[in-house]
């Protein structure tokens, strides 16, 4: 099996017509004219950020859950995990090609694996603030283990625990776009592209900052969603 | 797994280019990895200069929080690639160009980190100093840094292993560091990208075990205990994650 990865088809603009363009200006008349060709890019950058950190999510929430209990796990799942942290995305994905293939699962695997330090420690950030007289309360009221940690735990640690997804996403949606390197596209491979034409570095650039607002954007309206406890409480 | 058996033949014995004539590999490498080092260092350096008198002179008065935050969030979001490609386009390539996209990307983890860990400070402690008549300065030197030491350091530290991780890519506004194989595959071979990724990886790893270490070295005795818990952030977490991004 080779490696066999050519980049991004690199295809140099003709810009020879004198236009704003071959002056290599910021051109908002370009732009409006191939925007198009950004969609698809931004589409699926916005599938790897989202498939990661759902992956990444599924997967933190089970150690958490392992770890909660048992506590001796907690520095293992955090030094395994803060290695796969530490690799820099880009060695991550071609070190993964072998044996992956190019392709979207190189890149969510990748992407995934960077997530979990983020959400797996904000997990057990936010049960190590519960309090305990809430834990307390909820015992004496005759809850079991599993009932204080799904009606009383969890939820009061949901502030924390959205506040981790925030921080995985944002930060996804910045490595994602060296996934072009895996062959996963995305808008990495836009700004690849021609990265020495003003206008296209500005639009990609841009929709990269724009796609993460919106990320933050959603997870902020979940946590506002599931933490209608914290309205009931004046202030 | 013959493709990592080359890699890492790649990575310990010269070969000729793919494209002839040229010596790449083994002890060419050292080129490249001196060159990353020196490049990460400086723009470390750059921005641990600017980054963390900003961040303590906010911290200490409260003034510009918003800013401080702003930027430690912004900053995050911001792709690398895409902050190397303004510079190429913007201002153009060069070592100097890409430092300065280095710094900017290393100064928001440092200057959020160093706001928070001053902050974190218990206002008893400050209000104490101030009793004991210590002058604004005296408290913000003797008191409020030591305090504040590990979070900043582990605001270091994250935004270190950011910048070797982010030098890789600076072979695309030509400076030739470890990345050069990554992204002139055609001179080196599939080999020379797998070598290269593997060099990086273990860079990485390395760099961020010995600021581990360090960061270990610089909290004051009396707060190194292991169980001690800030009550914001863990002082010994590397990757600070705020709990309220």
């Not at chain 1, 700004?191 to 206008?199: E, G, M, Q």
């Not at chain 2, 408290?139 to 994250?158: C, D, H, K, Q, S």
Request: hydrophobic share 55%.
């Amino acid at each position: 099996m080779t490696l066999a990865i050519p980049l991004a088809q690199v295809q140099l603009r003709d810009r020879s017509q004198g236009t704003c363009e071959s002056r290599n200006g910021f051109c908002p008349d370009w732009i409006a004219d191939n925007w198009d060709s950004y969609v698809d890019p931004a589409v699926r950058h916005a599938l790897l950020v989202a498939l990661a950190v759902l992956f990444g999510f599924a997967i933190a929430f089970g150690l958490a859950l392992l770890a909660h209990r048992r506590r001796a796990l907690v520095a293992p799942i955090t030094a395994v995990t803060g290695v796969l942290y530490t690799i820099p995305s880009l060695a991550f994905f071609l070190v993964l090609l072998p044996v992956t293939g190019r392709g979207i699962t190189t890149a969510v695997i990748a992407l995934t694996a960077f997530t979990l330090l983020i959400i797996f420690r904000n997990i057990m950030l936010g049960l190590d603030n519960v309090p305990d007289e809430a834990r307390d309360a909820a015992a004496g009221m005759g809850m079991t283990d599993r009932q204080v940690l799904w009606k009383v735990e969890l939820p009061l640690a949901v502030p924390e625990i959205v506040a981790g997804l925030r921080v995985a996403a944002t930060t996804s949606v910045g490595l994602a776009a060296l996934a072009f390197f895996a062959g996963a596209g995305g808008l990495g491979g836009a700004i690849y592209a021609d990265l020495t034409f003003k206008s296209n570095i500005v639009v990609a650039g841009g929709l990269c900052l724009l796609l993460a607002a919106l990320f933050d954007a959603l997870f902020v309206g979940i946590e506002r969603l599931l933490t209608r406890w914290r309205r009931a409480v004046p202030a | 797994m013959n493709d990592f058996a080359d890699a890492i033949e790649f990575i310990f014995r010269s070969r000729e280019s793919q494209t002839g004539g040229v010596e790449i590999g083994g002890s060419q490498l050292l080129d490249l990895l001196g060159k990353h080092l020196e490049l990460s260092a400086v723009s470390m350096l750059l921005a641990v200069l600017v980054a963390v008198p900003l961040g303590l002179v906010i911290g200490h008065t409260g003034r510009g929080a918003f800013l401080a935050q702003f930027i430690a969030n912004a900053g995050r979001a911001v792709p690398s690639l895409a902050l190397i490609a303004f510079f190429v386009a913007y201002v153009g390539v060069g070592f100097t160009n890409v430092t300065l996209a280095l710094v900017l990307l290393a100064i928001p983890p440092i200057l959020g980190n160093t706001y928070v860990g001053v902050r974190q400070v218990s206002p008893d402690v400050v209000d104490a100093a101030r009793g004991m008549g210590l002058t604004e300065l005296q408290v913000l030197r003797r008191v409020e840094l030591p305090l504040a030491v590990p979070t900043m350091f582990g605001g270091i530290r994250n935004s270190a292993i950011n910048v070797v991780a982010t030098a890789t890519i600076a072979p695309l506004a030509g400076v030739v560091t470890l990345g050069d194989p990554i992204i002139n595959a055609s001179v080196y071979g599939d080999a020379g990208r797998l070598g290269a990724a593997i060099v990086v990886a273990v860079l990485a790893v390395l760099a961020e075990l010995l600021f581990a270490m360090l960061q270990r070295r610089v909290t004051p005795r009396g707060i190194r205990s292991p169980d001690r818990r800030a009550p914001q952030v863990r002082p010994s977490s590397s990757r600070k994650v705020s709990v309220t991004p």
